[in-house]
């Protein structure tokens, strides 16, 4: 079984949908992250969660939040689509008490909006 | 602004030559680099890493170089195999950046048999 997985893997929505995309982990990391991969912009941080009690802004947060429901899930909202949201998203986890930033990622979810 | 960078989008070699992936960044804080690799419809995956208190660090066909004095570094594969054909991206953190990664654009290499 994937370490890291991710909910859905494929997803079309319209302008102005909610949507929620899923992650869950079972290495036992503290820590959680979302990313977006764009083309020619590589992946860019979302937001980060470092424990279930820690929610940090990445540096592309506006039109998204997060929830850590516990520490092996964190899921990533998109209260209102918009068509620039269209993006390849990643989650990610790692474990700093390994004395490493090595992040672990889940296959990723295509997000398509029209 | 663009912290870190992969100038080159893409790299295309011949099976059995080197490839070299190149990274450059802008950030002095940074001291720790790594090379993630990515398949097409699989999330990036870890393969090798490199503290800025070292200039070289080498698993099995993968060499990373590091060039602190012009923020640059590089990832050596030889010999290049076919199946290392995926998209390189480099990351790099540091305690300025509390611990996150910020990724370069990343290099697609394909490997021609």
């Known amino acids: 079984d994937a370490d890291v997985t991710q909910t859905p893997r494929n997803r079309i929505t319209k302008t102005g949908k909610r949507i929620m995309l899923e992650c869950s982990q079972t290495k036992g990391h503290d820590r959680m992250y979302w990313y977006r991969q764009d083309p020619g912009l590589g992946l860019r941080l979302i937001y980060y969660?470092?424990?279930?009690?820690?929610?940090n802004k990445g540096e592309i947060s506006d039109g998204y939040s997060v929830s850590r429901q516990a520490q092996a899930k964190f899921s990533l909202s998109l209260e209102s689509a918009i068509p620039n949201q269209t993006a390849l998203y990643f989650c990610?986890?790692?474990?700093?008490?390994?004395?490493?930033?090595?992040?672990?990622f889940g296959p990723g979810t295509r997000l398509l909006v029209l | 602004d663009q912290q870190v960078k992969q100038n080159s989008p893409s790299l295309s070699v011949q099976e059995g030559r080197i490839s070299i992936l190149n990274c450059d960044y802008t950030n002095s804080m940074f001291d720790y680099f790594l090379w993630y690799k990515k398949y097409p419809a699989e999330g990036p995956t870890f393969l090798i890493s490199?503290?800025?208190?070292?200039d070289k660090n080498e698993d099995g066909r993968f060499t990373v170089f590091l060039n602190k004095s012009a923020k640059h570094l590089s990832l050596h594969i030889v010999p290049s195999q076919p199946g290392d054909s995926a998209v390189y991206f480099c990351a790099a953190s540091g305690w300025s950046s509390g611990d996150k990664l910020t990724f370069g654009t990343g290099t697609r290499l394909a490997v021609r048999p």
């Open positions: 990610a986890t790692s474990d700093p008490t390994g004395g490493l930033e090595t992040q672990y």
């Open positions: 490199i503290s800025s208190i070292k």
């Open positions: 969660s470092f424990d279930v009690k820690d929610i």
